[in-house]
């Protein structure tokens, strides 16, 4: 029988439903946002940090990637290890084979089968010297690649970006380190490097390891002159204690020993202005990395090839450009 006392128990249940605004799908989309901005801040990075060398490979890629995977080399991952390896034989893992130079070596067997004329002795050992030189001078390119690289990659460098002045000349790879009007290397009429020029040099110093070549250093000053003129202590010494106290930074900084071959005081002999010899741009540190041909005709005692050339020359324009700074001097100094 029922019971009117007792009333029924009704259960409720209440059916929500994810409203477009207030679901979770935007989580999901602003992770996928993040991820994606970390991942091209992080290509950003790796760019700017890449040498202009491997910067070229990367282009020479992409503009035409069947080429370079069909042919070989750098751009197609050709290793660095001076021992071949690769090819046929899977058990050697050391180096890598670039086809081009197997189709190479198969063609000239073949032209040799059919009798075809080689080369001379002499004519092979000049285009082997060019093709050495070749090397070299990319290698250089490389090198001042990374120079570069580096101080665009230090805040505390990239200031002075613009007293660093690069270039390849005949001689090699220069590095001149200028003054600039309020901003000098050395406290004035002295040898003491300012602590920007310490952590400049210093950064230079190790990456000077990475090519073979051996480096000449030779320090240099403006033409205002002492006053007990060059009986005593003058821009000779003052240039050769600059040059010497700029060695031991590289040294500091880790440059091999026995990179350094040639550490010289210039004084005011070749002015990078010579129409303004008093202007700050002329007191300099110059470190050049040294080609072969030139470490040779130093070691000879050829010295006329060395930093006197004419068109190793940077003109004054240029370097008043990179500088910014047109204005003179106010008050000439060492």
Known sequence: MSDDTQQPIVVKKIKKGGGGAHGGAWKIAYADFVTAMMAFFLLMWLLGSTAQGDLQGISDFFN??????????SGAGDATSPIAGGGQDLTRSVGQVKRGDVDGKRSMNIESAKGATKPTGDEGSEAAK????????????DLKGQIEAIIEASPSLRPFKNQLLLDITTEGLRIQIVD???????????ASLKPYTQELLRAIG???NGVDNRVSLSGHTDSTRYAGGERGFSNWELSANRANASRRELVAGGLAEGKM?????????LPLDPENPNLPINRRISIVVL???AEVAMRAGDSRKLEVSAENALEASEVQARLKSGARPVAPGH
Do not use: Y
Request: glycine share 6%.
């Open 206 to 208: 190790a990456t000077l």
């Open 64 to 73: 035409s990637p069947l080429k370079v995977a069909m042919s070989g080399g």
């Open 291 to 293: 080609n072969k041909q």
């Open 130 to 141: 060019k093709a050495e030189e070749r090397k070299e001078r990319a290698r250089l390119e």
């Open 261 to 269: 071959v040639r550490v010289v005081g210039l004084a005011d002999t």
């Open 180 to 190: 600039e009007q309020n901003r000098p290397m050395f406290d004035s009429s002295s």
